[in-house]
């Protein structure tokens, strides 16, 4: 029996051995395209089941035609819709979730670098393995994460909701709205002081200390009336903070993983092309974020009945739902997208080689922009990466780790010391550094500057992206393809559409509205307001029957609050009323405002696929881009958030 075997073994011995002497079992008259046509076959003996839709056992036939990288692009540019909305989505909401936990910008600043803080910790060495990973399955990983971040960053409004309902209690009351200032010391009807603003309380009740010399003492309204407590507070901000760090997580894959199988089961010169549709849809995605901030934010907190109205200085929308809704999406548009194979079929691949040996040839030049970016990278990679599957490193675990942190030490070095490289990167990075913080915070400075609320603010911007955005990355994804951009011509495009949306960014801030004067600020006492001990720090704007804006109902002088409706207010003249929220001081600049930023984000995406072909043939670069980009949030927490 030994003897069958051996003679088996050197029959197969000789058979492979005569494989390995002849070039290929292909007649030497043989068409080039007829020898490529065999060349993928060993391959799929190889890898058959990674080439194969579905998960395990379950890999039916019915799923097999969607093998192909128009049917990636199709599913992974909606589940780059749903994780960008909802990763835009907190921008849409910074207002609301200052009023509902009363956090400072400092707090909401810290909320949102959360976001570039988790993907900072993992985004270099997770991107590096990336050549172990199942990519499809690894990106259904990361949405998953995305669509559990969102459900982590509702938790707050479920968590403390009984005290959010003491806040609310008498507003949702439709049938008792009034609230009389001999009333406020109570635990009664006085508890809607904390919606209504501080009244002015000159018959305030009194606690007499025990020794008659000793001051008087107001009773103040009880913790809950004037916001959440502070242990609220802060687990609330904790847990917004895991959450959108969660989100950092997810978001760390994605991008180089995209770029990584989209770039090797596609032509060199489609690459931008699908490229282009995954990240215009996911432009799209602020779009979908601030319209659902805008619908929200119309929804009051508990979704109930309210007195209050949106312009109100105390309405607080219904943020907690556009968490549940993205998050609840994501989870489930991340299931198909792991069926996917981790490579595309060998047909495909065939296909793929030849585009690119095509592009190679057109032009009499290499369109790889290793040549002039990174010109030796690839080559010394090759190297080290057959080193890592010798049979000795396989079988010694230290060496095999050893050499890939080597191997990755190596391609760190090489991109440091490019110049051309850092030049890109740096430009990445300050782009990142302002369109970051504009992102977050312009819907709060729509707000302030031109009387808007927060759904109307939401709303103008969701169709700024949706013109400008979503638009000029589809257009650059199209010019890339269509001039067949190699690197040097991408960087002059850049250089010239990035320089017309910094004009047009600048020139928003010239159209500026003159801010309405506010009346009775602490620190200048009035006759009319001297006995109704108001406190300094109770801002609570209301605009008076005369058209003048005042601190607050207490510095109005305001006893009576009916409807929304304060009355009885002594420093107001005529009928002596008021309502909550600044008066209207009518500014139209919010047209030229609109135009401007439209601008700034038409010609600020042309350059997103462009700037790609600089680093999409060298993974390494996309993720050191991304890990620079990251570290732009230093100097973004020093600014945005002091």
């Known amino acids: 029996m030994a003897t069958v075997k051996n003679a088996v073994r050197r029959s197969m011995e000789k058979l492979n051995g005569r494989t390995d002497e002849e070039p290929a079992l292909v007649s030497p008259d043989t068409p080039e395209d007829e020898s490529e046509e065999l060349q993928p076959v060993a391959g799929a003996v190889d890898g058959d089941l990674d080439t194969r839709c579905g998960f395990w056992l379950f890999q039916a036939s019915f799923l097999q035609p969607c093998a192909r990288i128009e049917c990636f692009t199709a ?85 403390f909701r009984s005290y959010i309902d003491a806040m609310v209690a008498t507003v949702t009351d439709t049938g ?29 009740t009194v606690i007499q200390a025990p020794d008659s010399s000793a001051a008087a003492a107001p009773i103040d309204p009880p913790d809950h009336v004037r916001g959440l407590p502070s242990h609220a507070v802060t687990a609330s901000l904790a847990i917004i903070f895991v959450g959108m760090m969660l989100q950092g997580f997810g978001k760390s894959p994605r991008y180089s993983f995209t770029v990584t199988y989209v ?69 489930l548009a991340a299931m198909p997208l792991m069926l996917f194979p981790r490579r595309l079929p060998p047909r495909q691949r065939r ?32 190297e080290e990466k057959s080193d890592l599957k ?8 230290l060496l095999f780790y050893t050499r890939h942190f080597k191997l990755f030490l190596g391609s760190i070095s090489r991109l440091l010391t490019n110049p051309v490289y850092l ?20 819907p709060k400075y729509m707000e302030q500057m031109f009387d808007l609320p927060t759904y109307m603010a939401n709303y103008i911007l969701s169709a700024n992206v949706l013109c ?59 006759a009319c307001n001297d006995a109704c001990d108001c406190e300094d720090n109770s801002f609570f704007a209301v605009c008076g029957s005369d058209g003048e804006t005042y601190y ?24 002596s009323e008021a309502y909550g929220g600044m008066c209207p001081y009518g500014c139209g600049h919010i047209y030229t405002y609109f135009m401007a930023i439209t601008v700034r984000g038409l010609f600020g995406t042309l350059s997103i696929v462009p700037k790609l072909v600089v680093y999409i043939s060298y993974f390494m670069a996309i993720t050191v881009r991304g890990l620079f980009g990251t570290l732009s949030i230093v100097p973004k927490l020093v600014v945005y958030i002091r």
């Open 75 to 159: 599913f992974y540019s909606l589940t780059a819709l749903i994780t960008s909305t909802l990763n835009v989505y907190v921008n849409s909401q910074i207002t609301t979730l200052e009023r509902q936990f009363g956090f400072s910008s400092t707090q909401t600043g810290l909320i949102m670098a959360a976001n570039d803080v988790g993907f900072l910790v993992c985004v270099l060495f997770v991107s590096y393995s990336a050549s172990n990973f199942h990519i499809p399955r690894s990106l259904g990983v990361a949405v998953t994460i995305f669509g559990l971040s969102g459900l982590v960053c509702c938790l707050p409004f479920f968590l």
């Open 176 to 204: 008792s709205g009034s609230l009389t200032s001999g009333a406020a010391g109570s635990d009664g009807p006085g508890q809607s002081v904390g919606m209504f603003g501080d009244l002015c309380l000159p018959n305030r």
């Open 263 to 331: 770039d090797d089961n596609t032509g060199k010169t489609n690459t931008g092309f699908y490229m282009g549709i995954i990240i215009a849809c996911g432009i799209f995605g602020p779009t979908v974020a601030y319209a659902l901030g805008g619908v929200f934010s119309r929804i009051f907190v508990t979704l109930e009945e309210t007195t209050l109205t949106p312009q109100h200085p105390r309405w607080i929308g219904a943020w907690w739902l556009g968490y549940i809704t993205c998050g609840i999406i994501a989870l």
């Open 351 to 382: 296909h793929s080689n030849k585009d690119k040996q095509t592009a190679v040839e057109e032009g009499g030049e290499k369109t790889l922009t290793t040549d002039l970016v990174l010109p030796e990278a690839k080559t010394d990679a090759e």
């Open 390 to 397: 010798s049979p000795q490193a396989q079988t010694n675990g």
């Open 423 to 442: 030049s890109v990167v740096a430009s990445s990075c300050c782009d990142i550094f302002s369109v970051s913080g504009l992102s977050a915070y312009t």
């Open 468 to 526: 400008a955005a979503c638009m000029g990355t589809f257009i650059g994804g199209y010019l890339s393809r269509r001039l067949k951009m190699t690197a040097r011509p991408a960087l002059l495009f850049t250089l010239l559409v990035e320089s017309t949306a910094m004009a047009g960014g600048a020139l928003g801030f010239v159209f500026a509205c003159e801010q309405p004067t506010v009346q009775n600020w602490p620190g200048s006492p009035e």
């Open 552 to 575: 607050s109902p207490c510095a109005a002088g305001c006893q009576q609050v009916e409807d929304g409706v304060y009355h009885n207010c002594t420093c107001i003249p005529g009928i």
